[in-house]
């Protein structure tokens, strides 16, 4: 294994060795390695606390197009009715 594929092992199972939830062969392993990617994981693991839900971004998008159509919309009518007041006079 390269030293890229060693890290992204530890990062994956990091969360399980913290709470000691690994086979004695694993914990071993994780133990022998935590001196080098445990920087890593531990920003990680403060990042991904402060990043917002998956679907938030996609809920955001929604959002938008929904205020978009919706200011569409009111002009849409606006105009109409501007249309038909200056036709009529």
């Not at 990062?11 to 935590?34: A, I, P, R, V």
């Not at 001196?35 to 929604?62: C, M, W």
């Amino acid at each position: 294994m390269n030293h890229k594929e060693k890290e992204s092992v530890f990062l994956d199972l990091y969360d399980l060795y913290k709470e000691g939830e690994l086979e004695s062969e694993s914990m071993e392993w994780m133990k022998q390695h935590e001196p080098l990617y445990q920087k890593n994981a531990e920003f990680l693991r403060s990042d991904s606390s402060t990043k917002r839900s998956p679907g938030a971004e996609e809920e955001s998008k929604i959002r938008h197009m929904k205020v978009y159509l919706s200011s569409m919309y009111i002009c849409f009518i606006l105009l109409a009715i501007w249309m038909t007041v200056w036709f009529y006079f």
